[in-house]
């Protein structure tokens, strides 16, 4: 396939664009593309920000990498558009899941080479064939937003409001990064970098969205720690941009809000705090320049009171299924 110029990414003096990705609702850009099931992920991407960055970051060919995909939004849409793909997702459900999404994309007669590799991405280099390194010309992930999920919502006369699929997985599970704490979520997500970086091109991107959330009506700041994540990792920070979750209208922003969001704006307002709605994921846009070296070792970054992802090992020399777990 004869590769073609990336697109235009127009960008503001100051590095900071709008992407307009909420213009149809979740549901209608999920439609056709995805098995029923995927609505229950409590987290998911908007499958138009994978899009914009796939279009805006990639050209036809290239290898797209998420390593916390989740029900697979972000290679389901790479493969749409004529890229390679490979995903690693912690969780059985959604990494099944993720394959049952890919195989609608083959039976549409899309046919890159795409697979999922279920297991920890703190530990890439136990999952990702060995050949992958210094592949991928992009990355595109989200962190988890542990308790602060919403997921969907039944109301019963009698039995009030009851939320259902706001969760990841087992809560007890300590190991997964969506029930712990701020620091140590920071800490994994940082070890995640450091995998991807050795897999990543020199030049290519990695694009993370975050949003920041509110735990007792205080502020958490993700996209700002994940930045800092980025540069311990020894990536560079090129670009922050804002993807719409609302749809822009002639004069104004139409918020696509859940009920608890709304119900927390509320009530807060009534206590006299001026919160508001947040309309847009922030989109952090970093780069493995082209003269860097690889990411840094594991003393490193202990000295940086972090610790790397970083191992070795041999492992298959095709991108293809895992040998280890059957596709949904």
Not at 8 to 15: A, C, D, F, L, R
Not at 48 to 70: F, S
Not at 135 to 140: A, E, G, N, P, S
Not at 299 to 326: C, E, M, Y
């Amino acid at each position: 396939m004869t590769p073609t110029p990336k697109p235009e990414h127009t960008v503001g003096t100051s590095g900071v664009s709008v992407w307009a990705t909420a213009q149809a609702a979740p549901a209608t850009q999920r439609s056709g593309r995805y098995h029923p099931d995927s609505v229950k992920h409590p987290a998911k991407m908007l499958p138009a920000i994978a899009a914009h960055a796939v279009e805006a970051y990639t050209r036809p060919g290239d290898l797209v990498l998420d390593p916390m995909c989740g029900i697979g939004t972000t290679l389901v849409e790479a493969l749409h558009r004529g890229r390679r793909t490979v995903g690693v997702e912690y969780e059985t459900r959604w990494a099944d899941l993720a394959r049952s999404n890919i195989d609608l994309t083959r039976a549409a007669g899309i046919d890159p080479d795409a697979a999922v590799y279920q297991g920890d991405a703190r530990k890439l280099s136990t999952l990702l064939p060995a050949n992958l390194r210094g592949r991928v010309d992009l990355v595109i992930t989200s962190p988890p937003y542990g308790d602060s999920t919403h997921g969907h919502v039944r109301a019963k006369a009698g039995e009030g409001v009851r939320k259902y699929d706001h969760r990841y997985g087992s809560v007890l599970d300590r190991g997964n990064l969506a029930n712990v704490g701020i620091g140590r979520l920071l800490t994994g997500f940082t070890k995640i970098l450091t995998g991807v970086t050795d897999y990543l091109k020199p030049g290519g991107h990695v694009v993370i969205t975050a949003r920041p959330w509110r735990q007792h009506a205080e502020l958490i700041d993700l996209p700002t720690h994940i930045t800092t994540c980025g540069t311990l990792a020894g990536l560079t920070t090129v670009e922050r941009c804002v993807a719409l979750l609302g749809r822009l209208a002639d004069d104004d922003l139409i918020a696509r809000s859940s009920f608890f969001q709304r119900d927390f704006i509320v009530k807060n307002r009534r206590g006299g705090l001026p919160v508001h709605l947040i309309a847009h994921e922030d989109v952090i846009v970093l780069q493995r320049r082209q003269d860097s070296a690889s990411a840094p070792t594991e003393k490193q970054l202990q000295n940086d009171g972090q610790r790397s992802a970083v191992h070795h090992g041999s492992f298959g020399s095709r991108i293809g299924p895992d040998p280890g777990a059957t596709a949904a």
